[in-house]
Structure formats: structure tokens, C-alpha cells
């Protein structure tokens, strides 16, 4: 079955410093790997993809995910951290249906 | 640019009511699905639509039914509202099923069993 965890519920940093959000998968079948960002009051919006190809991938805003298929990770980093960063962060997997991970609030600390 | 619209930001309803949450997306999407989001257990998928008049159980469909008459709108059902049924619910749509394509979601509708 296909299944995707994140291992922090909450992480705080503080401001400028850097922050990895952890996300391990599980699938017997491909490989489609999704974060998520959620702004208080708000719904989720796509912050970047792995489908294929390099296997370092980027957002607009500074972050980067790293698809490891030996460590069957894809955690999310970021090297300095704004208060704007501050949100709920969603790691998914893809197949017929989408897996989501139950979340890792991020706190960025003035 | 891909728009998700869910008709109620907020409500608050008493328990034994039936409530109906919309959601029109305006991109064509085959795929269609309504999810639950509460503290501590992320989003748990409650039906989706692989088209119209098409659906399927999802996770925790218990006490949830759906409708999908036109291809644009998915509308959640909550034949006998429950205070366990207080949560925040999340539309979301997807064009035809390639695992690669992205999920898009609605701002979200939190309702409020009293």
C-alpha cells in the first residue's frame, strides 16, 4: 500500500536560519512525490514535484526537495527561513488517489 | 489560472441537520474529491469522482454521501450532521488520472456541528 509519513509534527526555527522537513514513502508502484504548503485559513497549494528526471527538485520561494529512492525519502529543505514561511507543510504521494502525510507545522522564531 | 471554489467558507449547523458543501472547479478536471483535514491526522480522503456520476468511497466515508451531476461541481452531503463531523473540509480537483498530475484545492470549508 502506498503511504507517505512526515516524522515532525512541529518544527520551530528561528528566522534566517536553515530547516529540513522530513518525509519517508512507501509504494509498490511509481513514484510521484508532492509538497504542500498551507497558509493559515487557507487551502493547500503546490510548492514543488518529483515526477521523474534530476532528482533535486525547486520552488520559486527558495525551497528544494530531494527525491532518494534508496533512502525512500523526500524531505524539504530551505537554507534560510523568512516569518512568511511560517505554515503547515504537506508531503504527498500519487497514484489513483493522493497520500498525504499528516502535516509538519513550521514555526519561523523572530 | 486553476480556480477551486467552495460556495461556504463557514458554517455552523446543528447536529441532525443535512448540509450540503459545494464546489465548482472551472479547469474541465475529470477527477474530483473531498477530503477532511483535522489537527494531528492531515487530510483523510472522504469520497472522490472520477467523472461525472461516477464515485467512489474514500477513507472515512461514514456519514458522508456525494453528488456529482455535472462535471464542474462535487457536492459533499451530510445526511444527519454529527458534532464528530466539526472539521475542515477541503475540495480538491485533478485533470484525468496520470499520477503526475497536480491536486488543486479549494480555500476550504470549516463547519461547525452545535
Known amino acids: 500500500a502506498q503511504s507517505v509519513t512526515q516524522l515532525d509534527s512541529q518544527v520551530p526555527v528561528f528566522e534566517e536560519a536553515p530547516v529540513e522537513l522530513r518525509c519517508n514513502y512507501s509504494s509498490s508502484v511509481s513514484v510521484y512525490l508532492f509538497w504542500y504548503v498551507q497558509y493559515p485559513n487557507q487551502g493547500l497549494q503546490l510548492l514543488l514535484k518529483y515526477l521523474s528526471g534530476s532528482t533535486l527538485v525547486e520552488s520559486i520561494n527558495g525551497f528544494e526537495a530531494e527525491f532518494n529512492k534508496s533512502q525512500t525519502s523526500f524531505h524539504l529543505r530551505k537554507p534560510s527561513v523568512h516569518i512568511s514561511d511560517t505554515a503547515e507543510y504537506f508531503c504527498a504521494g500519487a497514484g489513483n488517489q493522493f497520500y498525504f502525510g499528516t502535516g509538519t507545522s513550521l514555526t519561523v522564531i523572530p | 489560472d486553476v480556480k477551486v471554489t467552495q460556495s461556504s467558507r463557514y458554517l455552523v449547523k446543528r447536529t441532525g441537520e443535512k448540509v450540503f458543501l459545494e464546489c465548482v472547479q472551472d479547469m474541465d478536471h475529470e477527477n474530483m474529491f473531498w477530503y477532511r483535514q483535522d489537527p494531528g491526522l492531515g487530510l483523510r480522503l472522504i469520497y472522490f469522482?472520477?467523472?461525472?456520476?461516477?464515485?467512489e468511497k474514500g477513507d472515512i466515508p461514514e456519514g458522508y454521501s456525494v453528488s456529482r451531476e455535472k462535471k464542474e461541481r462535487f457536492s459533499l452531503i451530510l445526511e444527519s450532521a454529527s458534532t464528530n463531523q466539526t472539521s475542515m473540509y477541503l475540495c480538491?480537483?485533478?485533470?484525468?488520472?496520470?499520477?503526475?498530475?497536480?491536486?488543486?484545492f479549494g480555500e476550504g470549508s470549516w463547519l461547525t456541528v452545535v
Open positions: 469522482s472520477y467523472d461525472v456520476k461516477m464515485k
Open positions: 480538491a480537483s485533478r485533470e484525468q488520472v496520470y499520477s503526475g498530475n497536480t491536486i488543486y
